[in-house]
């Protein structure tokens, strides 16, 4: 049985947890903190766990996150690295759904977060979460950071392209188009119903947080450092992440079966699944999954790879991520829980 | 030619006043105020004014409201009560779409919106803006109320039944569902996308604001006191309200032609626009538009009236009233800049 | 292991019944039948089920559809009636999805659905699947007829007032808003995003078929004949339905606690949550989910109860419910496969 | 007093022309034809013309076409082929907003529409309708094609980069995302609100078939061919086009100020808007109006052009459109009826 606290479940990315959490029988949830709700249940907050989980709201700085076996966070960034440092010292396992592990630079991250880093020797230490990538690093894992949501769907995206030298590093697209929820749970105008309900439009143009994210992951994949133009738009509905990847091949005159490079990339990979040839994704064929899935195309006569990858951004993007790699850190099944099928319609 | 001005114009009855006025010729928009963002160009916060209006906002206590016209208030409630008095001794008429001067009884005000008036005795002065019952006394209005949203659909569906006296009073329901701009356009987590869409919700069970002023009317026409149980819902939707109003007719034993009844009541009615038999109104058919479209029918097994009554609630349930009631007061023609065709789909 | 066929199963109900069945080990699906998709993979429809589904659609006159336990119709009506007696006389249980054994008068269901019914000597033997009232009868169910989607939402909030005789049965109001996958997928333009978005609406005012399978419930409960006023609206969303309730108290002056008179009827029910006095179902509270989830609340001054009932209507409502017989029918957890959290948001 | 027909007003460019016709004094609408719904009303398919649009739908071969000034077509491709030349051979005028005569290369546009044109001579007569480009040929145009929705947003985006030379047309990237009325009011699957909504997919990956059209468009602005990689998106809401453009620019080392050129590019346009640096557009921002929102951006560490280009997909994108060019050819104000603000929100 496995003993898990978690750190500002008020968000969706804590919904999220607790949703996939509450049925399984190897998992024991003891602790939900949250500053402004302590000692509210935490299914008056979030009406679909009434009966699934009976907890209240405990103070941040509660004793019992010690006794956990792993402690994940839930929070905006520059939370978690205030108190990871003190659950690491007392062997508590840590899985950080935020921003603040994911950079190993700390003067990247400081100048794209836009604060003083307050634990910046754990940066080096931190595993970046992307299991189809680091899957034995994550086992051995003391504090693990999950990818976010528009950097998972990318870099699944164009990885088994970059592993290959396949695509001309030197102009990558990722046309990214987001459902509001990766905003948060969080009052704010432009993510009312009547302002980005039947609308579109282009955000962060001119650089998003998760842009350096994306980069530290293809530059490894590639071997250099590649040049990606990150365009992410706000898309009107709740969840879901449609990435549009655009490379050019670096030798089309060498004919190469993409179908067949994805298809060997992931084959053994239990949540990313390539489509046949002629399908594409939508992002309903995802909802509430741990999935990824994805199509590729070439056209030869601009001599362009299309990548389409669809996630979940709260599941495979956020919280289902963060408990696949709790089941790898754990040595369970990698799939244990997650065996979830997409609600459609 | 109109010298208009607008108080808080920065919600969304605020824009729905300026897209309306903005092509008229006869109406010259002379100030917006807003304390928070004054010296921001309109067009900046609503970018479907570009070109359509160059001014930016004014302080609210600015002296430019003196030289007005008319005045509309496009506030929340509790603000236009404190400076109104100011504008009407300097001549100015003003038209406040706040619940400020909707209710003629003080206490009842001030129990329901718990905060002392402090213009109660404008509530005798303010004339009820629903055209239809009172364009009238709308002529010489100093003061203007402009219906609420709920109360106009539901007034104008109740209305020709309780003028003629044909409904039993004692159980009236009006089960209304509005969409999310009804809650304006201040950031709230019920408002927000991803917990207004794909659900649907009662709320203010126990009683909503704009009850007694829906009493108000309802007890005005019939000439009695009328019990009405009436239910909100949030629906996942930007704009539109859809009253389904039940009430048992007094005697059923007597044959009475409904159809008839609300199409002679609305004959020379505008905006109002009863549906042939059989034909049952959507939102979607007023988007945009100042037109009431009601449905009338009858069930016999179950002596109950059922009306559907449709509005978009911020065109004829606000801003596309007041517009109206501007047009009587000024002595235009009421249809003037209103017949703006519904947008569909 | 019980052996699952299912008949139809290209629309909402087919693929929520596999969504629900894939994961489970103790069931296998057998054979899915269609007549115009035979031989094409069932994942290839709905993509949603890629690598939970591996079967292809199957002729509808299969043979396999004897070997199996249990087949569940997903079909329109006017199917089942066809091929029902031939796997009954093959011992093979059905759990009809359609509206086929709803009705236990024939003439009244042939005056609905305008069809003659070809099995009418069934429908005395058909249980009519709520197990929240005819549990007992489910166990030894042959052919079992699942409620619809409104009249489960409606007969759960008026049942346990109807038990108790305390309401009065003359004029019952219904207030239904259902998501529109309640239209199934098919294509009519009706159902298109650009109609039914953005808008909402009431039909079938005159009556919708429906009422009498909810009559028939209501007057079992009643122990008398009631009036019931049903009218459902077209809500803009894709699952849900909620139901409100009006009734007036039979007895005004005695006092009695409704709260507990729900709570109390339901307590061992594990598919029926009586919210606490004070808190309002969402629809989205139940999104994925078999649960049902009602308040109840009394306005004095009008002597009206008003009861708030909330359930998914792919689930609770149809292919949850259908499971839930089935788990019934088989000896099993009665909630086996069935403790999905809501997805939300 | 300009005499119009409508031919086959039953779809959303129909409705779309009458909505905004209707109001126009300069206007009178003589007749509109549909072979299905012949005497019909039209507002009885569309509510929100009521009392605007007193018309019944005529046989499409009546003869008071000949007696208009111009006829609109807003039918499916392969119809006004048919039928365009007798209207021309009797002086009337003809503004076609299907995709007959857009083309000028008969052979691709066979290739595309896989039917033989059966006025193949027209093609080199009919005037492309894009006033931004076409205005001086578009006077005196007896048969207009006007331009699609999708090539609109995107040629209007691409124009100023082209025309002065300034991008790489070696590798240019469309990534555009359209609301669901795109695809027309026509019972489909695929556009059913709940297969659409809460999702997000690519479409005609391989190609589709507004490319040609583009290409037409990009190769005469830029005096060779370019590579245009065009990849549609459909997108959870009714309304709005947003078009993502990448271009990298031909001479990096030489500054060029991209707003000004796009700026100088359009200031005489009614009808583009370019957006002030740093802001970006939406499609809501345009929603019922016949404005181009557009705003470009230069990412300098990948030598990227960005150009964000929103359109209304109904009016600057089909029917507006095709009443600006009405406009023109009839010589009146350009923008006259078309200066309806955008309805936001």
Redesign the interface.
């Known amino acids: 049985m496995i003993k898990v606290g978690i750190v500002g479940a008020t968000g969706?990315t804590g919904?999220e947890l607790?949703?996939l959490l509450?049925?399984r029988k190897d998992v024991s949830i003891k602790v939900i903190t949250s500053r402004e709700l302590q000692g509210t249940a935490v299914a008056?907050l979030?009406?679909?766990?009434?009966?699934?989980i009976d907890l209240a709201y405990s103070a941040p700085d509660t004793e019992e996150l010690f006794a956990c076996d792993v402690v994940f966070y839930a929070t905006p960034h520059a939370v978690a690295m205030k108190t990871v440092p003190q659950l690491l010292a007392r062997g508590v396992r840590v899985i950080d759904l935020s921003a603040d592990f994911r950079l190993r630079d700390r003067a990247l991250w400081e100048k794209w977060y836009n604060v003083i880093h307050e634990s910046p020797d754990l940066l080096g230490q931190a595993v970046y979460g992307l299991p189809e990538v680091n899957r034995k690093q994550i086992v051995d894992a003391r504090l693990l950071a999950v990818p976010g949501c528009y950097p998972t769907a990318i870099q699944l995206g164009f990885l088994p392209l970059l592993e290959k030298g396949l695509i001309d590093t030197g102009?990558l697209?990722a046309?990214a188009?987001s459902?509001?929820?990766g905003?948060g749970?969080?009052?704010?105008?432009g993510?009312?119903?009547?302002?980005?309900?039947?609308?579109?439009?282009?955000?962060g143009?001119?650089g998003h947080r998760h842009l350096p994210e994306i980069s530290q992951g293809l530059n490894t994949y590639a071997g250099e450092e590649v040049?990606?133009?990150f365009?992410p738009?706000l898309?009107?509905?709740?969840?879901?992440i449609?990435a549009?990847l655009?490379a050019?091949l670096r030798n089309p005159e060498v004919a190469v079966d993409l179908q067949a490079v994805f298809e060997e990339r992931y084959k053994d990979e239990p949540f990313v699944?390539i489509?046949p040839k002629g399908?594409?994704?939508?992002?309903?064929?995802?909802?509430?999954?741990n999935r990824c899935?994805i199509?590729v195309?070439y056209?030869p006569?601009?001599?362009?790879v299309?990548v389409?990858s669809?996630i979940d951004n709260l599941v495979k993007g956020a919280s289902g991520q963060a408990i696949q790699n709790m089941n790898i850190m754990f040595g369970l099944d990698e799939s244990e829980g997650l065996?979830?099928?997409?609600?459609?319609?």
């Open positions: 969706y919904v607790l949703r509450a049925p008056d979030f009406p679909n766990l009434r009966g699934h102009s697209i046309d188009k459902g509001v929820s905003a749970r969080k009052a704010s105008v993510s009312l119903l009547s302002e980005a309900s039947e609308s579109l439009h282009a955000y143009v001119a040049k990606l133009t365009i738009h898309t009107p509905m709740i969840r879901g449609h549009t655009y050019p699944d489509l399908q594409f994704p939508a992002t309903r064929n995802v909802r509430g999954s899935q199509a195309c056209l006569q601009n001599n362009m299309v389409l669809v065996q979830v099928v997409a609600l459609l319609p």
